[in-house]
């Protein structure tokens, strides 16, 4: 089994910066893709950023392009999220995600999620 561990979340005022980071450990897998997706109360589950693991090739949705940068550790297991310039509707729970080689576009294994939340 893969397990994937989120850490860095917490308060933040607008326009400060959060760090998250996701390790993942367990089974060895290949990995071609990871991803970092977020919910908030009462909407459902969007994508943020994902970026493929041999290229580092970078998915951003339009509300964080120019925000947030998602990188990745190869050595480490380990894919990350820059948050800058936060806004209270960045508020949410943000898990990580793992979609294994050939499994086609399925995350197969997903971190518990970490708190972020953003005061004005």
């Known amino acids: 089994q893969v397990q994937l561990v989120e850490s860095g979340g917490g308060l933040a005022q607008a326009g400060a910066s959060l760090r998250l980071s996701c390790a993942a450990s367990?089974?060895?897998?290949?990995?071609?893709?990871m991803g970092w997706f977020r919910q908030a109360p009462g909407k459902e589950r969007e994508v943020v950023a994902t970026?493929?693991?041999?290229?580092?090739?970078?998915y951003y949705i339009d509300s964080v392009r120019g925000r947030f940068t998602i990188s990745r550790d190869n050595a480490k297991n380990t894919v990350f999220l820059q948050m800058n310039n936060l806004k209270p509707e960045d508020t949410a729970v943000y898990s990580c995600?793992?979609?294994?080689?050939?499994?086609?576009?399925?995350?197969?294994?997903w971190g518990q999620g970490t708190q972020v939340t953003v005061s004005s």
């Open positions: 970026i493929l693991w041999s290229s580092s090739r970078t």
């Open positions: 995600a793992l979609n294994p080689m050939g499994r086609g576009m399925n995350y197969d294994y």
């Open positions: 367990g089974r060895t897998v290949n990995i071609y893709r």
